[in-house]
């Protein structure tokens, strides 16, 4: 928490506005709004309903295609089946490990084939690191599909000057426990389309039709943030550039004390785009003794919590009957991504004898055949 968050809150019990809306959540969308420069924000209650709350708006629904990033979280994916739709995914390319233009240009021209457009393309932003945006709305232009950006892990990232999330035609924003701000739970929806987020407050708060009598015609969700949480949000809010400006210093560091390493790659930051490095990613590559998930164990051991990069939806055996298109025929990015990933500890907190610690340990592990139990 950033100091500010108590002032926030008793704003929000002083008012007794303990609900989903109130002054707090106002203030928070328009503040979110203005931040990312898109021309309105509705708060609500997860990234993954926000998702959700977009793919409703454009529309999905049972029988219909939505194209998804491959390399993400589950929750990038999950709002489509819960629509009844069917995902198809999209390999990584290798200069921003995110969707890959040459993987998503084959299978738009499959499904205008098949006369099967998808009803949106979910792109995300992994870790911070902006997709290949022109190339990937250039193709979604052309065949007039809507762009969904998950940027989820991506808050405070710009491309092109532009900030994440604010290309396409819906992105989301997530304020998880785990991401770089939060309000413990909850997430955003954001987009230059005032009728859409109109429609999205609608939606999330039960669909309520303008009756006196509760009357409802449409399918809704309560979906909608806690203006305690709200609260919290503007707090946080308020120290993102901090936060990023820490993320970023944690992954020169890394770098820095890495340079002389053949065993390791960094995931590269495409040419103007900024990353909020969320997390600080790498790869293992052949010169290493020991494998991502040996080095994962000895840092498990030393008590530092590394972890793998998301495992590919395509590989999940939630998904395993869902269509997917790798970068190219005999590249499938995201595979190897994924079996040779490393995450590392990366928060805005980090101190740095922990970060020399952690920087120590996996020095060491990268040169050992096999994890050594008793290291102490
Ligand atoms: C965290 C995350 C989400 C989901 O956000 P929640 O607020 O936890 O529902 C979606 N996509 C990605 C890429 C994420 O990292």
Redesign the pocket.
């Known amino acids: 928490m950033s100091g500010n968050e108590q002032k926030y809150i008793q704003e929000a019990f002083d008012s007794n506005w303990i609900a989903p809306l109130g002054a707090n959540v106002d203030a928070f969308e328009k503040e979110i709004a203005t931040y990312v420069g898109a021309s309105d924000a509705i708060a609500v209650s ?4 926000a ?1 959700h709350l977009a793919l409703s708006l454009l529309g999905v629904s049972r029988g219909d295609q939505v194209f998804c990033s491959t390399l ?2 589950v ?2 994916a999950n709002p489509i089946l819960y629509l009844g739709a069917e995902p198809v995914f999209i390999d990584s390319e290798p200069d921003t490990w995110n969707m890959s233009p040459q993987a998503l240009e084959r299978a738009l021209g499959d499904a205008a084939r098949e006369q099967r457009l998808p009803k949106a393309v979910i792109v ?1 932003h ?1 870790y911070g690191q902006s997709a290949k945006m022109d190339e990937i709305l250039t193709l979604c232009n052309r065949y007039e599909v809507p762009v969904i950006e ?1 940027s ?2 991506s808050l405070g990232s710009t491309y092109k000057g532009k900030a994440s999330g604010t290309l396409g035609k819906f992105g989301i924003y ?3 426990g ?2 770089i701000i939060t309000t413990s ?3 955003m929806l954001v987009s230059n389309d005032l009728q859409a987020i109109q429609q999205a407050r609608f939606l999330a708060t039960q669909a309520r039709d303008q009756a006196h009598h509760y009357q409802h015609s449409q399918l809704g969700y309560n979906y909608r943030m806690s203006n305690i949480l709200a609260g919290v949000g503007r707090a946080q809010l308020e120290v993102l550039n901090e936060r990023i400006a820490s993320r970023r210093k944690v992954f020169d560091t890394y770098l820095l004390e890495f340079s002389t390493l053949q065993e390791v790659e960094f995931m590269p930051e495409l040419l103007n785009t900024m990353s909020n490095r969320w997390l600080t990613a790498l790869t293992i590559n052949d010169h290493s003794l020991s494998t991502s998930s040996e080095i994962l164990e000895v840092m498990r051991q030393r008590n530092i919590e590394a972890r793998p990069v998301w495992k590919p939806l395509h590989l999940q055996p939630l998904y395993n009957r869902a269509k997917y298109y790798p970068h190219k025929e005999k590249d499938h990015v995201a595979e190897r991504l994924f079996r040779s990933g490393i995450c590392l500890p990366s928060g805005s907190n980090l101190l740095e004898n922990d970060q020399l610690y952690i920087i120590d340990c996996f020095k060491k592990a990268l040169r050992m055949k096999e994890p050594v139990r008793e290291m102490v």
């Open positions: 997860s990234g993954t309903a998702i993400t979280f929750a990038s995300v992994l998950d989820a892990e997530s304020f998880n785990n991401k739970g909850g997430g």
